[in-house]
């Protein structure tokens, strides 16, 4: 269109027209345009829009719809509404046609809906065209106009609906608040805004702009159901934020607090508002704020998710954090961080005095596999010459008691280099162990240090191998010389024997000693039930259910015939199927 043809077009169209300059400001101004707008009268030319309606709200819409006719060459018309505030708010569509001159970039028309004008044609294109669902109702709900919009949402076409009435056709929505508001709203006059849900059929949540008058009401009803999912999803969001026990908090790309949540404003010692706008560096100082910001940036500059441990000063003194950096997005463009920080402070200091335990333990560890063990082995050897040299019987009794005694501190310090093993988790992973070859070597070194005790195996070993590692050795030495430390008899009888089937094996180890109760039948596994002073080790027994536990198998405690007591630990076996070699 030429910016003559538009000036004609605007001084005698029946609608109320101007013509707008590449700035979007109003060129000329046609009669019906200037009576429509009273604000503008006499102040049209150079006047932008807002001026010309004397409206805020709501203008955006059409000056949006302006600039992209204006400013893109690929929009040749754009549709808008805006309500007028006059003595009765009034709705006007607006129509933008771009125009090819030197002083005019658009046409802008402005039709009152609000009057249904059905019988202009002109108005009845343009309310087929707009881009929301529009419908005008009488006095009686008879409908009156039925945009294409609002047939494609419902499916009921606009010949089959103008001229009934608006609850006949949707009798489910008799009795609905969209009719509670509807009725209000006709009665009282005045315009009003709000959103509703439509129960089925229709199963959505729709806003209405409704705008009645003394012949009936002109709604825009627009589906909605997207933005109130995302503004549901965005309040939950917001309430887990805000009641999280974690600092979370969000920034831009320069480091600025755009969101923090009450436990930011805790650990800081500010209020939220005292966060908001500024940056780490303004918080918590130059150095502790640049190190935070270098995390920011790594994860800003590699646009990825980062995890470090950080420490941050606070007035009760510092806190240590396991915080998480990750990059967000507005409109396609990086934004910024979400930084959410958890408290540790309490898991490092205890970890701190895990890992110094665990030293402790490791250096008492070496002391007893090397410096005692071999220290008492000297000592024993001392001792078998010592007993050469010693004539009276008085003498041999003090040797043969002070060996006794050694050869206790040597078993003393391989029990517990095992039972450390097993608490400084340096045991190796499962995997295949014979279990007849592990027997018969800790029978063999029971028989070497207990001469007077009668040992022996029962029936034939299984073949195959069990689920366990190399401390399996010291589940059994443990229990076989439990079985003879702890017999009242004579002569200490100890008896092996083990069955298989294809998913374990079972050892049982019996004794004809004293036997247990039944009431400490559990005890007797218990780390604190024997004491160090006795002739046991007092921790053999709980090494034995720990080893055990961690092979996945089971230990207890059954009567001997006709006395004693019977060990039994069951094991799972090792399949080549299985594949097992796992920690």
């Known amino acids: 269109m030429s910016e003559t043809a538009a000036r004609t077009l605007a001084e005698h169209v029946g609608l109320a027209a101007a013509v707008l300059d590449a700035d979007g400001r109003i060129a000329f101004a046609n009669a019906a345009f200037e009576e429509r707008f009273p604000a503008s009268e006499g102040a049209t030319v150079e006047a932008t829009l807002a001026d010309a309606t004397n409206e805020t709200a709501g203008v955006d819409r059409v000056t949006d719809a302006i600039t992209r006719v204006v400013e893109d060459d690929a929009v040749d018309e754009a549709d808008a509404e805006l309500t007028v505030t006059t003595d009765t708010p009034r709705v006007y569509h607006f129509r933008v046609v771009a125009v090819d001159g030197e002083d005019a970039a658009a046409v802008l028309e402005a ?30 709900w008879r409908v009156t106009y039925w945009n294409d919009k609002m047939a494609d949402r419902t499916g009921v076409p606009a010949d089959e609906i103008i001229g009934e009435v608006a609850w006949d056709v949707f009798a489910d929505l008799e009795g609905s608040e969209l009719q509670a508001r509807y009725e209000a709203a006709m009665a009282s006059g005045e315009s009003t805004t709000f959103r509703t849900y439509l129960p089925e059929p229709f199963d959505y949540w729709v806003e209405a702009r409704v705008y009645p008058d003394e012949n009936g009401m002109s709604v825009f009803s627009q589906d909605v159901t997207e933005e109130v999912e995302r503004e549901r999803e965005l309040e939950r969001y917001e309430t887990i934020v805000e009641n999280a026990n974690d600092a979370v908090m969000i920034k831009d790309c320069e480091g600025r607090y755009r969101l923090a949540n009450d436990a930011v404003a805790e650990y800081t010692g500010r209020d939220t508002e005292a966060i908001l706008g500024r940056t780490d560096e303004e918080l918590f100082g130059a150095e502790v704020g640049e190190r935070i910001r270098e995390r920011e940036r790594t994860a800003l500059e590699e646009e990825r998710r980062i995890t470090y441990e950080e420490r941050v000063p606070t007035d009760d003194g510092q806190v240590v954090f396991e915080t998480t950096r990750i990059p967000f997005y507005e409109g396609g463009e990086l934004a910024g961080t979400i930084g959410i920080c958890r408290d540790v402070t309490e898991q490092v200091a205890y970890e701190s005095r895990l890992e110094a335990r665990s030293e402790q333990l490791e250096l008492l560890n070496r002391i007893l596999r090397h410096d005692i063990r071999n220290d008492m082995t000297v000592v024993l050897a001392v001792l078998d010459l010592l007993s050469e040299h010693v004539a009276d019987e008085e003498g041999a009794d003090l040797v043969e008691e002070v060996g006794e005694r050694a050869q206790h501190v040597v078993d003393l310090t391989a029990t517990l280099r095992d039972l450390m093993t097993v608490v400084l988790d340096e045991t190796e992973h499962l995997q295949p162990v014979p279990i007849a070859g592990v027997l018969e070597d800790e029978l063999a070194d029971v028989d070497a240090a207990f001469p007077r005790a009668i040992t022996r195996i029962e029936g034939d070993l299984p073949d195959g191998a069990v689920r366990a590692n190399e401390m399996l050795h010291s589940v059994f030495r443990n229990l076989l010389k439990n079985a003879v430390q702890h017999n009242d008899q004579d002569l200490p009888e100890v008896v092996v024997s083990a069955t298989a089937t294809d998913d374990a094996v079972t050892v049982r180890v019996a004794d004809n000693g004293p036997g247990i109760p039944d009431d400490r039948k559990r005890k007797v596994f218990g780390r604190d039930e024997k004491g160090l002073e006795s002739s046991g080790t007092g921790v053999g027994l709980f090494l034995v259910d720990r080893l055990v536990d961690e092979f996945e198998g089971s230990v207890r405690v059954e009567d001997n015939d006709p006395s004693g007591a019977v060990f039994v630990v069951e094991l799972p076996r090792w399949r080549p199927d299985t594949g097992f070699d796992a920690p």
């Not at 009152?112 to 669902?133: D, F, K, M």
């Open 111 to 140: 039709c009152n809906v609000t009057e249904r004008l059905e019988s202009t044609p002109r108005v009845g294109t343009i309310l087929g065209r707009i881009a929301e669902s529009f419908y005008a109702v009488d006095d009686e």
